[in-house]
């Protein structure tokens, strides 16, 4: 793990890489091995330092075994994969039903800008985009784009409320989406 962000929970500047690698033994014998890179941008700011426009930028990949079991394969969808698709709404369905994937490639583009001077209402524009697949190959892309407000309310946590909507712009027939995300915390 490498970590060079200026705040672990709202990062405005800085760097994030998390590589891991897990062997499953036992009934089934499978590894799994993750990435995920995080890039934040101040763009723009006040004179002050308040009032931060920042751009995000977030990559994951993951990549399993053949013989990895169901509840242990890749799923998307939600608010901290990809908007715009329900809960586990993204990934390869057998007879209707989501059976998870063996690799998947998930991206992120959010930028962020203030409403208020005192920066406790921001607004964010974003794109998410990736796939879940049951073999090695990029065939079913899916992306979605949104929009959300940040509210952080004083007293209740440093964290803000998470309003978003996002529409799909490219789906499966399969995938299950949910325009409406409520989420209490940052994105990443």
């Known amino acids: 793990r490498f970590d060079s962000r200026n705040d672990p929970m709202l990062p405005n500047k800085g760097q994030y890489l998390e590589m891991a690698f897990e062997q499953g033994f ?6 799994v091995f993750t990435a995920e890179a995080r890039q934040y941008f101040t763009v723009w700011s006040r004179p002050d330092g308040s009032g931060k426009q920042i751009l995000t930028m977030r990559g994951f990949l993951g990549v399993a075994g053949q013989d990895t079991p169901v509840y242990e394969r890749f799923y998307a ?9 329900a809960f586990r709404g993204v990934g390869p369905y057998v007879m209707g039903s989501n059976t998870g994937g063996i690799f998947s490639v998930l991206g992120s583009v959010e930028y962020q800008f203030p409403w208020t001077a005192n920066d406790r209402l921001h607004q964010v524009v974003f794109c998410d985009f990736g796939t879940v697949e049951s073999d090695y190959q990029l065939n079913d892309i899916r992306a979605a784009v949104g929009t959300g407000i940040r509210v952080t309310v004083p007293g209740l946590s440093p964290l803000p409320l998470a309003f978003d909507i996002a529409f799909p712009v490219n789906k499966t027939d399969d995938d299950r989406t949910r325009v409406f995300t409520f989420f209490i915390g940052a994105f990443w």
Do not use: E
């Not at 969808?77 to 698709?85: N, P, V």
């Open 77 to 85: 969808g939600d608010f901290r994969s990809m908007r715009g698709f």
């Open 26 to 31: 036992g009934s089934f014998t499978f590894p």
